[in-house]
């Protein structure tokens, strides 16, 4: 007589199981807007809190938070490792990027609340849009769910952020291998509209290059010498440096981008009709921006069982 289950149905059953585990790893695995909702119901009503009350003292602080997101994701994804060592002190952030007492005091205040739940890569996702949402920007719903990562790399991130000496076709290229179009490429670059650059990174431009608005290099010249004052500081935006709005793409049409990879956007290239086109229309700008930072927000995150949830943001557990 047959045995009940031939070694075949056995063989079958088994791999439908695999198969069922696997996907149902995969859904678990999503992120997702309510991930906190019951782990951690006061998460993002701390972090608002936290960001609006930074934002209020240093309106500068927004743009700080917004880069602090955007160099995590273009580094082996949304991990938190901008916040490790090893890339914190990577040459294309050390004395650069900052607002780590902000990301620090949130998850403080985050632990107190709900030990070990909510991960560094989330706040910093958070933080961005509600930096945005302070100076006047729209927001977004931000996936959430993500891990941090036990380790950085410098090298990675000197590899894969871009300069703010890029050509066009460098922005292009360096965009597009994170899977972004070129439109989504230029929304993006418009969250130059909030914050400051340093003289070092913008002398070249204001002493050797001449698609520059004469006027805009003298004021700038002052408060940035040919040698000395690397880091004076000026508004990426010269027209409203502490609201989220559309006026980097008027100045660069006035060709007063201050970095050089600003003023390529609009330098008789394949992208000055989308700066013309976000310069008349700030909704078309602000809906195409949020859309960009969901997307940015999903770069390669470390979910389900991956990575870690670290207690301190600035060291693997």
Known sequence: MAPFFSIPSILTTIKFFLLFSFLVGMVSAQLSSTFYATSCPNALSTIKSAVDSAVSSEPRMGASLLRLHFHDCFVNGCD?????????????????????????????????????????????????????????????????????????????AISNLPSPFSSLGELINNFSSKGFTVKEMVALSGSHTIGQAQCKNFRPRIYNETNIDSSFTTSLQSDCPSTGGDSNLAPLDVTSSESFDNEYFNNLISKKGLLHSDQQLFNGGSTDSLVDAYSTNSESFLTDFANAMVKMGELSPLTGTSGQIRTNCNKAN
Do not use: H, M, Y
């Open 80 to 156: 938190a490792s901008v916040l490790l060592d090893e890339e914190r002190q990577a040459p294309p952030n050390k004395n650069s990027i900052r607002g780590f007492e902000v990301i620090d005091t949130i998850k403080s205040q985050l632990e107190d609340l709900c030990l070990g739940v909510v991960s560094c890569a989330d706040i910093l996702a958070v933080a961005a849009r509600d930096s945005v949402v302070a100076l006047d920007g729209l927001g977004w719903t931000v996936e959430l769910g993500r891990r941090d990562s036990a380790t950085a790399s410098g090298d990675a």
